[in-house]
């Protein structure tokens, strides 16, 4: 705890904000929160920790980094079949850590026509790449429009801060 602390003050006083990654694309921006979690640009966030990255017709939906920092090591997922339907804000899965088990909500309806099937053999991809590698699965969305109430990264950033301020 002393050490995020410390983190914290320091990317404070640097004036850390943003920077670059590669988890998604090259130049793909990113935010940085206190605790120095990944919140990237261009992916939309649910207050239940999951993500979204909606390109064309295709959805692509994990959990945060946030999500799996609190979790700490993940041990085992459970993930839906190709052809299921998902609902917003309604399970589709679970995720195992050695600390707990915890659902993971569609931040979309939608039907699901790919599933991550390295994360079987692989649970820990959700650990060192959540947006990348540890990606859960892929949703044609039946509406849309249900992006527009899901936070972007600066709400999400502000909104995990309050949230682990609160704990």
């Not at 195992?96 to 026509?113: H, L, R």
């Not at 990348?132 to 039946?142: H, L, N, R, T, Y």
Request: aromatic content about 6%; hydrophobic content about 40%.
């Amino acid at each position: 705890m002393a050490l995020r602390v410390w983190a914290s003050s320091a990317a404070n006083a640097l004036k850390l904000s943003s920077a670059s990654t590669t988890h998604l694309s090259p130049a793909a921006p990113l935010s940085l929160s206190r605790c120095f979690s990944t919140v990237l640009d261009g992916l939309k966030y649910a207050s239940s920790h999951e993500w979204v990255k909606h390109e064309g017709s295709v959805a692509t939906i994990g959990i945060t980094e946030h999500a799996q920092d609190h979790l700490g090591e993940v041990v085992f997922v459970e993930l839906p079949e190709p052809g299921a339907a998902v609902t917003q804000a309604s399970g589709f899965g679970a995720v195992e850590s050695v600390k707990a088990t915890s659902d993971v909500n569609s931040p979309i309806s939608g039907e699901v026509i790919e599933v991550n099937t390295k994360l079987t053999e692989t649970p820990g991809l959700i650990n060192s790449g959540p947006y990348a590698d540890g990606w859960m699965i892929k949703v044609k969305p039946s509406n849309p429009s249900e992006l527009d109430s899901l936070m972007g990264p600066k709400e999400y950033t502000k909104f995990c801060e309050e949230e682990d301020a609160a704990h």
